[in-house]
């Protein structure tokens, strides 16, 4: 499924300054916890006004984690997903 930034409401995009690596990073977010076939990245991809809030949304939650927890994405599956290690600890602890 490729997706662009040109899918998405221009206004909504520029205010909150979304970029192509969000949008990179939503599609992996959003794979690591609902899998391939995620039915969020379904619903960003519609694109328009229901895609831009759908994104919106994952881009404004996934900001938040990233500001509490800036390594993320180079943790492993098993240190953020499976609750092994300390960052998979304080940031499950903050959900």
Known sequence: MEISLADFD???VAQYAITEQD??????????LQGED??????IAVGGYYGTSA???EVVELRALL???SELFQMSVDASLLGSGRASTQSASRL
């Open 23 to 32: 949008l990179q990073r939503v599609a992996r977010y959003v794979q690591l």
């Open 55 to 57: 994104l919106l949304h």
């Open 38 to 43: 995620a039915p969020t990245l379904a619903d």
């Open 67 to 69: 500001e509490g927890e």
């Open 10 to 12: 221009p206004a909504t």
